[in-house]
């Protein structure tokens, strides 16, 4: 659905989301949002986060460690 048949269909898009249909929103015909029913967008979400987490974590384990001494909170704030 284009955004702005959603903004001009709100109402009719959010009493069908809550009856279980999900909308996938373009904009320019390219995916900005979806709306989905709040239990489904909570499990997409957790899934989502937990990815994202694992992704990063995986990605902080493979950075060196560099050691840059000792600082003040002033040094910390001077850039």
Not at 3 to 16: D, H, K, Q, T, Y
Not at 25 to 32: A, D, E, L, M, N
Not at 46 to 56: C, H, M
């Given at each position: 659905?284009q ?14 989301v809550?009856?279980g249909?999900?909308y ?11 709306i ?9 979400v ?11 974590l995986?990605r902080?384990?493979?950075?060196p460690?560099v050691?840059?001494?000792p600082?003040?909170?002033d ?5």
């Open positions: 659905m955004a702005a048949e959603a903004n001009r269909n709100f109402s009719r898009v959010l009493r069908e809550t009856e249909r999900s996938l929103v373009t904009s320019h015909g390219r995916p900005v949002a979806r989905v029913p709040a239990d489904a967008g909570a499990a997409v957790s899934e989502a986060r937990a990815e994202a987490r694992k992704r990063l995986a902080l384990a493979e950075q460690v050691d840059v001494g600082w003040t909170r040094e910390l704030h001077e850039r």
